[in-house]
């Protein structure tokens, strides 16, 4: 079956720039997304059709995709970025996320 | 309040069945994909079911298929996933979820409800 392969974990002090990284062979031909899920609370997209903010997500955040790995990049991270980050492709009509990366802002 | 709201969720023995329920507010159902997602204990997010705006197309993970079945009553606002034979990996929290297909993700998430199967 197909997978994504997320780093399990990475830090970053508040306000540098931190990336995380999801990998999959089909990533360069169908769109990805990013969601972000604090404790006890539910997934909040962040980041879709690779690289474009829904409404009410700041500006730091950003998305891309290079063929086989897409990126989420956070730029001047904050304390409340602090949670879970999930990637999310589509792979021949069905869906497919990253094992998740928790981000510690320390 | 723009909002989906999950029950159903119990302790229930393996081989056992139950139904989930996701109630919407706020929006017309009808003008979107639903899906369903888990998060079993300790693990990542898994999607498990979609169905189309007036649930004729349905799709499933390999591993609930013949199994669980996903339905939608856009009248009463509310999107369904089946249950049965549940087997103890089935145990997770899981999510109802609003795919607008002009996104290709999904925009709209309720807070879940928890499942878990033990003898």
């Known amino acids: 079956s197909y997978e994504l392969t997320q780093p399990p974990s990475v830090s970053v002090s508040p306000g540098q720039t931190v990336t995380i990284t999801c990998s999959g062979d089909?990533?360069?031909?169908?769109?990805s997304s990013w969601y972000q899920r604090k404790p006890g609370q539910s997934p909040v997209l962040v980041i879709y059709?690779?690289?474009k903010r829904p409404s009410g997500i700041p500006e730091r955040f950003s998305g891309s995709n290079s063929g086989s790995t897409v990126t989420l990049t956070i730029s001047g991270t904050q304390a409340m970025d602090e949670g879970e980050y999930f990637c999310?492709?589509?792979?021949?009509?069905?869906?497919?996320f990253g094992g998740g990366t928790k981000l510690t802002v320390l | 309040e723009v909002q989906l709201v999950e029950t159903g969720g119990n302790l229930v023995q393996p081989g056992g069945s139950l139904r989930l329920s996701c109630v919407t507010s706020a929006f017309n159902l009808g003008s979107y994909w639903m899906t369903w997602v888990r998060q079993a204990p300790g693990k990542g997010l898994e999607w498990v079911a979609s169905i189309n705006k007036d649930g004729s197309e349905k799709k499933y993970v390999d591993s609930v298929k013949g199994r669980f079945t996903i339905s939608r009553d856009n009248a009463k606002r509310s999107v369904f996933l089946q249950m049965n034979s549940l087997r103890v990996e089935d145990t997770a929290l899981y999510y109802c979820a609003r795919d607008p297909d002009y996104l290709d993700a999904y925009d709209l998430w309720g807070q879940g409800t928890m499942v878990t199967v033990s003898s």
């Open positions: 999310q492709a589509w792979d021949s009509g069905t869906v497919v």
């Open positions: 059709q690779d690289n």
């Open positions: 089909k990533l360069g031909g169908e769109y």
